[in-house]
């Protein structure tokens, strides 16, 4: 897995955001337009990651994360010590309460490049570990919303940026590929079977490793 400069993008008329879908084999089509269902799944899913595996990477374990009002991304550690390691916290750029933003501006880049230029942790434990978070969201998801109403989106209401990340999550939670889908017959069978999950969430791994 190999991710190169995208600064030229704009030149050649490809988003960040396609490139770096392309980049797994994924592409998609903006004009597509999600259904709401899985628009909204999506949307709650980016909306409950936790980030605590990518605050945690090689061995790392409890550390906490607490973010500011200013934006501000503080780390600390079991014992209350600030983390100044590739564990670190960073400035969150995207606005309060906008995950999708949030995976375009702050999420994305730390991907890519990692928190500075000294980071010395590769693509694949930084991707790893925001899958391990992410899958932790699709759990809670599936067996902790308790039947709670999850936040309606329209397709039409995003702008085109946050079009393209829905669509890359898209491929990556409800892939044409997959034999487990996220249907709603499969969540009420993965609520007596929680193995189902588990062999739902090995497929979205599969995609890049």
Same mark, same amino acid.
């Given at each position: 897995?190999?991710?190169? =400069?995208?600064? =030229?993008?704009? +030149? !050649? ?7 770096? +879908? ?8 903006? =004009? !597509?337009?999600?259904? !709401? ?10 909306? #409950?990651?936790?980030?605590? %595996? ?7 374990? !409890? ?17 209350? #010590?600030?983390?100044? $390691? ?25 991907? $890519?490049?990692?928190? &500075?230029? $000294? ?16 899958? $932790? +969201? ?20 995003? &702008? ?30 993965? %609520? ?5 999950? +588990?062999?739902? =969430? ?8």
């Amino acid at each position: 897995m190999i991710f190169i =400069s995208v600064s =030229s993008l704009s +030149a !050649q008329g490809i988003s960040r955001m396609t490139y770096f +879908a392309n980049l797994f084999g994924l592409s998609f089509d903006t =004009s !597509q337009e999600i259904p !709401q269902r899985e628009l909204s799944i999506i949307y709650f899913i980016l909306d #409950n990651i936790e980030e605590y %595996h990518i605050h945690c990477m090689r061995g790392e374990e !409890q550390n906490q994360v607490f973010i500011h009002t200013d934006g501000t991304v503080v780390v600390v550690d079991k014992h209350g #010590n600030p983390v100044t $390691n590739y564990n670190r916290g960073t400035i969150r750029i995207a606005r309060k309460n906008d995950p999708i933003g949030h995976f375009i501006l702050d999420t994305q880049p730390w991907l $890519n490049f990692g928190v &500075d230029s $000294n980071d010395p942790t590769t693509i694949e434990e930084r991707l790893e570990a925001y899958l391990k978070d992410m899958q $932790n +969201a699709i759990f809670v998801f599936l067996f902790h919303r308790r039947n709670d109403p999850i936040k309606q989106i329209n397709y039409k209401d995003l &702008d085109q940026v946050d079009k393209e990340v829905c669509h890359f999550f898209y491929q990556m939670l409800f892939n044409k590929s997959y034999k487990i889908q996220l249907t709603d017959e499969n969540i009420a069978k993965m %609520h007596k079977s929680p193995n189902l999950w +588990a062999k739902y =969430s090995h497929q979205i791994f599969n995609l890049f490793f």
